[in-house]
């Protein structure tokens, strides 16, 4: 039997039952679009990250207590072995061109009866300029105010909307609560927007003095990271190991020993947010997967209804010389058919999903050509999958005990 003749069959079975292929349709569409936005969600976190990072240049020295290790890229951990004075120390190295410190801690932001838990960051005027922070009003304090212990506070803009939703926050007093530690902060300027992601939000958080955050809010001595600017991409090695010799004298490591610190360039920083990016993505993904199995199942189960339902019709077919291939195509052809329509439609689904978590969720989603191609490939890999078992089924019909079937 030509293929043409076997896939007006097959379109024709599926036509006689409309109500019932669009239900089992709908299995795969849910489950395409499901995959399609978590894997727009991930890939629009790594991008926005990447591009974060990637924006403050290829020059920047991360350093950070303690020396952990995770696939050759070193990470944090909780211990607490930087200070000020290391800080310092190595501020003089030739090559350097700034260096900003960085404490930050969680804190509950009250004004009146508006308040908001967010990122309170302890720094000094350098972070302004080595992260590219522009000021949407008011300004960045400056060194006196850091050697003052001042109450000072610079809002990022999502904290300033939800403390100050009819006001200008700049010479306003917020109240930051660390624990039982209260302390009221004189607002001085406003950070402009720069939008989050589903691993931080620059516009949630508020900057304040080092020792203010150190004495007053944190209660430590130490800090969470020092930020290093490089004059020069080509004495990145030279100034990091100039780094590492300095504070592992200042920290008396003896000769074997292994560092308290670790040091990370930006690469180093883009490779580990991109794994993290990707196993979130890749999370996602094989949540949303289910659905398309569920959906894959129904598919199966249909099908063998229809084996049931349809077994006079296969006996005559085969009565009057069709082959058992021709009966393995025709309800192959079904099942594939079910699935890649359900495919394409829940990929217009996808997009117009994507469009509505990105207008109103407030999170970055990218739809990319391979999301689009594992979407549509895997709903064919479904049908042909989950069909081949009742196409087998109903090839396998003797046509006499066929024909006989009430």
Partial sequence: MKFGRILFMALRA??????????????????VAAVMMMLSIGAGTQAVVTGRISSLGTNLLIIQPGNVRSGGVALSSQAQSLTLEDMEAISSIEGISSVAPTLSGRAQAIVGSNNTNTSVIGT??????LMNIKMSDGVFFAQTEVDQWDKVAILGSTVAETLFPEGNPVGQNVQLV???????FRVIGVMASKGGTGFSNQDDQILIPITTAQKILFGRSTLGQINVEVSSVDLMDQ???????ILRIRHNIAEGKSDDFSILNQQDLLETMSSVATSFTTLLAGIASISLLVGGIGIMNIMLVSVTERTREIGLKRAIGAL???????FLLEAIILSTTGGIVGILFGFVGSYLIKSWG???????????????????????????????????????????YE
């Fill in 178 to 184: 660390v624990n039982r530690t209260k302390a009221l």
């Fill in 324 to 330: 058992r291939r021709d009966i393995i195509i025709q």
């Fill in 14 to 31: 599926l036509s006689h039952n409309k109500s019932r292929s669009f239900l089992t349709m709908l299995g795969v569409i849910i489950g």
């Fill in 124 to 129: 000094t005027p350098e972070y302004k300029n």
């Fill in 239 to 245: 100034v990091s190991g100039k780094i590492s010799q």
């Fill in 362 to 404: 407030n999170t970055t989603t990218l739809i990319t050509v391979g999301s689009v191609l594992l979407g549509f490939l895997f709903s064919v890999a479904v049908g042909v999958f989950f069909g081949f078992y009742p196409a087998q089924k109903a090839a396998k019909l003797e046509p006499i005990e066929a024909l006989r």
